[in-house]
């Protein structure tokens, strides 16, 4: 390794992608289709119009902000924008955790990033562990934030790759934990389910809900994520955010999938109703366990089988989809994607 590196990378490992070589793609919880030609074509004659190449994008983003707030029914200046959410976990972590403040808290099985990011900034992570159907272990909590300097704790509701809603229990005692410590909801998901947090913001300083334009509104491409929270909070995360953090086109975007959000968010009722489909089709599959699912993907695992053979297997029939935390997460294609990964899983586990 260079000597100018820091020794502690030759640990980690890049976030890993796997090409999808013309497989059906139902390992990351896209949405599955496309944006609609008129959506592009609005894009294309807006960013003609209004994209100067040889500009930088307004720094502020102050006209993104404006319209994620009327969209979340909060002010402008409780609106962070990110490239993705991934850039906003870093911010969040860069605020609270550097200087040897702190550590972050995650509950596994969850999102690799926060863990991931965390590590490439020197940062400790904790985890709270779930019980046997993915629920926090609440009991674990208090001896955690009383034993380790914990300043964020990052909880996706619904979580990937569970796709577990928080309970009302949980969310409460969540929402006792002192101000030292921020509480990040992470409702990446959040169009998928009937889950929604703003509402908490405004007696909570510490409480942030993050959000992305990359699941439900198929922006996925671009890289938009937003946070809400407290202004106070926001003006710090501003003195973290890199200048001109997102390209003028992703701003632009977003601007035109807020704008025709009932056109683009109508489409979500096909994936609720090929989820409950998906569901019920795994529930009656022998040696299969399979958890309700309130975003765009399932989690099961296969009592007899290890979850990597199962994951080759379907590769190799033509459908991927992610091992991982012992088990296998499946995103909600289209109809014939679903289709053909339960006939492909049902031939992996042998089954008629
Ligand atoms: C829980 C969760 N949060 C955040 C993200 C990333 O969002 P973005 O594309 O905005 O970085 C994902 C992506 O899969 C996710 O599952």
Redesign the pocket.
Known sequence: MLDALRPSLERLVPYETHDPMGADKLD??EFPYDLPAWFKEKLDILSQQEIQANRYPDAGYLKLKQSIATYAQVEANQVSIGN???ELIRSLIIATCLENRGAVLVADPT?S?YRLVAQTLGVSCFDIGRDDDFHLRLDCLDPLLQAYPIRVVFL?TPN?PTGTALTAQELEKLLRIGPETLVVL?E?YFEFGDMNLVSRLANHPNLVVMR?F?KAFRL?AY?V?YLLADPLLIQALEKVRLPYNLPAISELAALVALDNRTELLAALEEIKAERTRIFQHLRQLSGVNVWPSAANFHYFRCLDHDAQRIYEDLRKQGTLIRATGGGLRATVGTPAENDRFLSRLQQALHLP
Do not use: K
């Open positions: 990351a919880n993705g959410s991934d999102f990033v996706p990937s992470d990446a992305t990359s996925a890289r994520g």
